[in-house]
């Protein structure tokens, strides 16, 4: 089955409905409504003893984005696609740098996600075990392993 880039209809439909699916509550549950019409993702409590702002894209890769929702989509999907960057670049008439940002800033959201879900192991009276070992490919069968990868694993024993 081959796969292709969608159309830039495709990709505002996609931001609609990702947009749609956000909660418009404030952090302590209220309904919220829109304060501005320059920024639609600002918003305020309707609640008279909170009244906090809040912007509902605060943990999203698109808060502080100043593209269009649909345009850093169609990037990240460039990007999941296989393409380079200076061909997103051409694809989207927009500069490598800006790609570059955008990118780096998914990376850092993703990675920040990744960590905040993986739980530690061990912890009291619990004994880990750690290992480290060198992954790569012998040279003529002889000799040293030239190139690798260091691969790190841990386990916890309970007795």
């Given at each position: ?10 990709y ?61 989509i ?23 740098n ?23 192991i ?38």
């Open positions: 089955m081959s796969q292709s880039l969608k159309t830039k209809e495709e505002k439909k996609i931001a609609a409905e990702f947009i749609s699916s956000l909660s418009i509550k404030c952090p302590s549950n209220h309904i919220g409504r829109k304060i501005s019409s320059k920024n639609i993702y600002n918003y305020r409590c309707k609640n008279k003893w909170c009244k906090i702002n809040y912007n509902i894209l605060e943990n999203t890769p698109f808060k502080g984005s100043k593209l269009k929702i649909w345009k850093a169609r990037i990240f999907d460039c990007w999941l696609f296989g393409l380079k960057i200076k061909d997103i670049s051409f694809i989207l008439r927009l500069n490598k800006t790609i570059t940002r955008y990118l780096n800033h998914l990376e850092e959201k993703l990675v920040k996600k990744y960590y905040s879900k993986i739980k530690p061990g912890g009291k009276d619990v004994i880990v075990e750690i290992d480290e070992s060198k992954f790569g490919k012998v040279k003529y069968n002889k000799g040293h392993r030239v190139e690798g990868v260091w691969v790190f694993g841990m386990t916890k024993c309970t007795n």
